[in-house]
């Protein structure tokens, strides 16, 4: 069977697990003989991301819904041919489908969602979900379903696939050696969670429940992001600053996983199926978080997590407390996430049913 011409459009100019599912899953469709390419802003994290991951990357002013965006677009697309335009951010994905309508509509569009924000019920936004897009993606189930009953979109034109993660290279590992290579204390209680550090990822409340935690447990926090000053001010008001580490963005948070003891994500908006949490899963860790979005898809509480209320900090402090408390609970879910998320969201199967949507878009 031919390889399949690609073309991935994102206005985004923030990293998180939107961009590296891009990244992944060009990747993977690339070493499967597909061509891939990416058309993003010049001053996107992705673009200068996307070398390092061997993914072509054209620069196109498409971060704002602009006419100048919109010709770019549209003179690319006349000049260079595909077989389908997937689309990412609502800005992007308006200038593709306009420039769609401008040319004749000559490749079709498949809209991946990764959100759980609702999609404006207004008709121009079901023009472009249903008239303009050929197919659309959602990171999780709880996404489809809503995009089904609450904007009344044909579910057959909807798929969930949640991000897929390597098995192989995200699993259990020494937890002292870890500790040692990243410079962690080797006594300390790790509670972690990696995320970029926005407001609806709930840093703040993992904050104020730390604070009731023992002297003996620590906080890392990998990743960066546009709260860091108000994250930093937080931990300072409220004297942590010597048990909390700061680690940033890492291009390998392997090792950072391994190095923990328990893993939160006190998320409360916007989730699909976080990449994190299943990343962590796979490394076997105990995992604390809610049932926001598509999280319930891998965290069933008492079964592969302990899933707490959005914004409860006192919620989540008991469950990280009976975590700690519990080595023998902490390996019951751990053990269980991990099979569950092997079993369910690995790489390969994600690389499956995205080449499927696209050659069932693309008619090839």
Request: with cysteine; aromatic share 6%; proline share 5%.
């Amino acid at each position: 069977m031919s390889g399949l011409s690609i073309v991935h459009t994102e206005a985004s100019l923030g990293w998180g697990g939107q961009e590296l599912r891009i990244l992944s899953e060009s990747q993977g469709l690339m070493r499967r003989g597909h061509e891939v390419r990416l058309l993003c802003p010049p001053e996107s994290r992705i673009y200068a991301e996307a070398p390092a991951w061997g993914l072509p990357v054209i620069a196109a002013p498409i971060g704002k819904k602009r006419l100048v965006g919109l010709k770019c677009m549209a003179e690319w697309f006349r000049k260079n041919r595909c077989d389908v335009i997937s689309t990412h951010s609502s800005t992007d994905s308006w200038l593709a489908a306009l420039a769609m309508l401008a040319l004749g509509r000559p490749y079709p569009i498949v809209r991946t969602r990764h959100i759980s924000a609702p999609v404006p019920t207004n008709r121009l936004t079901r023009w472009l979900y249903t008239r303009a897009t050929a197919r659309i993606v959602t990171a999780g189930e709880a996404l489809r379903k809503e995009l089904i009953e609450r904007n009344g979109y044909p579910a057959a034109r909807i798929d969930s696939v949640p991000t897929g993660i390597d098995t192989a290279r995200f699993k259990p590992g020494d937890r002292a050696a870890a500790r040692a290579a990243l410079g962690l204390p080797a006594d300390r209680v790790l509670v972690g969670i990696v995320a970029t550090l926005r407001s609806w990822k709930g840093h703040l409340y993992l904050i104020e429940a730390f604070a009731g935690l023992p002297e003996s447990v620590g906080l890392v926090m990998v990743g960066d992001g546009p709260m860091r000053a108000q994250i930093e001010a937080k931990v300072d008001a409220m004297g942590l600053r010597s048990r909390v580490t700061f680690a940033g963005n890492r291009s390998d948070v392997v090792p950072w996983l391994q190095a923990f003891d328990v893993f939160a994500l006190p998320s409360y908006a916007n989730e699909g199926v976080p990449q994190a949490l299943v990343q962590a899963m796979l490394a076997g860790l105990a995992c604390v978080t809610t049932a926001v979005g598509s999280i319930a898809e891998v965290a069933m509480d008492g079964r592969t997590a302990l899933v707490v209320p959005p914004k409860d900090a006192l919620a989540l402090r008991a469950a990280l407390s009976r975590l700690l408390d519990d080595g023998a609970l902490r390996m019951q879910l751990g053990e269980a996430a991990r099979a569950h998320c092997a079993a369910g969201f690995s790489y390969e199967s994600m690389l499956d049913r995205m080449e499927t949507i696209y050659r069932q878009a693309s008619r090839r």
